[in-house]
């Protein structure tokens, strides 16, 4: 009797250990950290995630964290002590997490960061995002090739917003639209009519909206108040663009000016097809997932992880190994194409 109970014990600890190490079992729990639902992208990103996780066979402990820092560190200690496997990361801020991941790392777990590059923590396992200096080089050269810079007289007049200083990738953006336009600011034929144009003076904490209009706001009543037109607004993404809108909107009366943007969410969208913005560029952010998906089961695997950057991204410990998918752009002409036909939105969301 002793004997057969032995067997039956190790029959159940080797399932156990397989449970707890294989991929696709629903004993493999994965942490997803999201810093916020106040932003559409973010909903989008979690829902997709955990579906996408759910669905290859994990159990999935999705937190949002109210863009609050406190309460981003309080939740991926909870994962961590609450025995997740992988964590998968997107951070308000950087550089705000290397304590509490020094004790996932001491517990060997390892961490994807989430399309914003977690900073000065060596327990950053990989990183998963789209090419986002590239993001930033789309917008450029489309304000490029619509004002045909290279060939129209000028001058224009241009004002640049970007985005929050604690997100890594916001240097990216700006300075992929400012690569792009810096010889045309330089020769005059763009004009900062502001003089804002370095990324500290043109930041928006948090991409806030409200920060976004409340500032366009200044720029409009100090420097555009006597008639002068604004030819083109370059945002980074669509939160900032929606804010720049809106003081459009209440405080402008020239050329409408062309805008750009990033994340394609529904409003902006909207205001594509009206008008009030130029284009939005389009991550698709269930390609995304689907990526950071396939990771999470090779690191559980004990695969080799698919990357496709080994040089760019240094996070002031450690060039990160990581993956960068292609951005693309939509406006009026093309988004039932990408948006609709790709099953993104329905017509009825984007009436």
Not at 7 to 22: P, Q
Not at 61 to 79: G, K, P
Not at 316 to 330: H, I, M, T
Request: net charge negative.
């Amino acid at each position: 009797m002793k004997k057969i109970f032995a067997v039956l014990l190790a029959g159940a600890m080797v399932l156990s250990f397989i449970g707890c190490n294989g991929s696709g079992s629903k004993s493999v729990k994965v942490g997803v950290s999201m810093p916020t639902k106040d932003l559409q992208r973010w909903n989008q990103d979690g829902a997709n995630m955990k579906s996408q996780l759910e669905k290859a066979g994990y159990q999935v402990d999705l937190q949002f964290a109210n863009n609050d820092i406190a309460t981003q560190v309080s939740q991926i200690e909870n994962m961590v002590t609450g025995n997740c496997k992988v964590l998968v990361i997107a951070s308000i801020d950087g550089s705000a997490l290397k304590n509490v991941l020094d004790s996932a790392k001491k517990k060997q777990i390892p961490v994807i960061a989430y399309d914003r590059l977690i900073m000065n923590s060596d327990a950053v396992s990989y990183y998963a995002t789209f090419d986002n200096y590239k993001v930033g080089t789309v917008q450029g050269t489309y304000v490029k090739d619509t004002l045909d810079l290279d060939n129209a007289q000028g001058p224009f007049n241009i004002e640049f917003t970007a985005g929050d200083p604690g997100d890594n990738n916001a240097g990216f953006f700006f300075n992929g639209a400012y690569d792009v336009l810096k010889p045309y600011v330089e020769s005059g034929k763009l004009n900062v009519v502001s003089g804002q144009k370095t990324f500290d003076e043109v930041a928006t904490p948090s991409w806030a909206t409200e920060t976004a209009q409340s500032r366009a706001e200044n720029i409009l009543s100090s420097y555009y108040a006597d008639g002068t037109n604004v030819d083109v607004w370059l945002c980074s993404n669509d939160s900032t663009a929606l804010g720049v809108e809106n003081a459009l909107a209440a405080n402008y009366n020239g050329s409408y000016p062309i805008i750009t943007g990033q994340d394609c969410d529904i409003e902006n969208t909207k205001n594509m097809i009206a008008g009030k913005q130029s284009m939005s560029v389009f991550k698709d952010t269930r390609t995304l997932a689907s990526q950071v998906v396939k990771m999470v089961g090779q690191i559980l695997k004990g695969e080799k992880v698919d990357v496709n950057d080994e040089k760019t991204y240094d996070n002031g410990v450690k060039v990160v190994p990581s993956f960068l998918c292609e951005p693309v752009f939509a406006d009026a002409n093309n988004y039932k194409t990408i948006l609709i036909d790709s099953g993104y939105y329905t017509e009825d969301q984007l009436k």
